[in-house]
């Protein structure tokens, strides 16, 4: 079982920058990836940034050159640092984690989402 702790969000102006972090614990796993998705009021939720156990990284094209992901592999730490939001990046965002477990059983797991909302 994965626990996630997200933590950073909240209110921002444009052009703004704001950090979220998302804590994986547990026992009897291992990490495949840890990202972040991010779903608007009436949409969808969509993919906004990922990173992989070998640091791979993929950003939605709305994001690329604004956000960044990292990982601290040795704390299962995944950080999204948002740089020069808009109005439009306004959402709940959420950390999510593809594992596997000892068995061998592959599993995602959701944080609890924080809300971003970027605004004047």
């Known amino acids: 079982q994965v626990q996630l702790v997200e933590s950073g969000g909240g209110l921002v102006q444009p052009g703004g920058s704001l950090r979220l972090s998302c804590a994986a614990s547990?026992?009897?796993?291992?990490?495949?990836?840890m990202g972040w998705y991010r779903q608007a009021p009436g949409k969808r939720r969509d993919l906004v940034a990922v990173?992989?156990?070998?640091?791979?990284?993929r950003y939605a094209d709305s994001v690329k050159g604004r956000f960044t992901i990292s990982k601290d592999n040795g704390n299962n730490l995944v950080h999204l640092q948002m740089n020069s939001l808009k109005p439009e990046d306004t959402a709940v965002y959420y950390c999510?984690?593809?594992?596997?477990?000892?068995?061998?059983?592959?599993?995602?797991?959701w944080g609890q989402g924080t809300q971003v909302t970027v605004s004047s």
């Open positions: 999510n984690v593809d594992s596997t477990s000892i068995g061998g059983g592959r599993k995602t797991y």
């Open positions: 547990g026992s009897g796993f291992s990490i495949n990836a």
């Open positions: 990173i992989t156990s070998g640091r791979s990284t």
